[in-house]
């Protein structure tokens, strides 16, 4: 089965400071993606970052990045120099990636919410 | 290019009646969800199609809840009879199901049920 934990329910962090949001998850699946969603105030959820699990680099967006560490099943999210525009709620995701009966199916974590102090 | 649209973006309702959302996946993608938000219960999957075909329902809470895809452009979410407990806000997303599995989210619909 799969599973994702963000044990985090809420951040702070200080403007212009990184930030780690943590992410495990579990999977039988060999191949498989890892996500990162932002979900500002106003309700959209925006694709952030996509690490695959057959990825040899950490993914980096910009700001941000994926800390991969497959053994430990980890993908923690890096914001770097934050801004407080990046005060949101952040959703780690996974889905399988070899196709398979059943097809893919995108599974959630909880979510952190983060604040950004000026 | 325009992203996943959903409509109505907000609707109010009383209970009993008949609620339908609707969703227009991105060209060309292959896969559409539907999710369910609230603060209890998060993000849920409640059904998703591959090819206009209902693949796993497994989240769909109950009979009063059917979703359809009658072809690669459209889908709905059916709501009958709706109930308080239904107020959450409803996601379509649509995949590329060979790129990476990256799902793109529509703006969503905010139902409330009174």
């Known amino acids: 089965a799969q599973k994702i934990t963000q044990t985090q329910p809420g951040m702070f962090v200080q403007e212009k400071e990184a930030v780690t949001l943590d992410c495990t998850y579990d999977?039988?699946?060999?191949?498989?993606?890892l996500f990162w969603y932002k979900q500002p105030s106003s309700g959209e959820m925006i694709f952030l970052i996509y690490q695959g699990s057959y990825d040899q680099q950490n993914a980096t967006e910009g700001r941000y990045s994926l800390n991969f560490q497959k053994a430990r099943k980890s993908a923690n999210l890096v914001i770097s120099a934050s801004q407080l525009g990046d005060s949101a709620m952040y959703f780690c995701a996974m889905s399988p990636l070899a196709r398979r009966t059943g097809g893919f199916k995108t599974i959630f974590g909880a979510g952190t919410r983060l604040f950004v102090k000026a | 290019d325009a992203g996943v649209i959903q409509s109505p973006r907000h609707e109010v309702t009383e209970m009993g009646q008949e609620v339908t959302l609707r969703c227009k996946p991105i060209?060309?993608?292959?896969?559409l969800f539907w999710y369910r938000q609230t603060m209890m219960r998060g993000l849920e999957l409640l059904i998703y199609?591959?090819?206009?075909?209902?693949?796993?329902d497994s989240g769909m809470p109950e009979d009063r809840f059917s979703a359809k895809m009658p072809n690669a452009s459209f889908s709905t979410l059916k709501i009958q009879p709706s109930e308080p407990r239904d107020s959450a806000v409803y996601f379509c997303a649509s995949s590329l199901g060979i790129s990476g599995n990256t799902i793109y989210f529509g703006e969503g619909s905010w139902l409330t049920v009174v």
């Open positions: 199609f591959n090819n206009n075909v209902p693949i796993d």
């Open positions: 060209s060309g993608h292959d896969y």
């Open positions: 999977t039988s699946d060999p191949s498989y993606g």
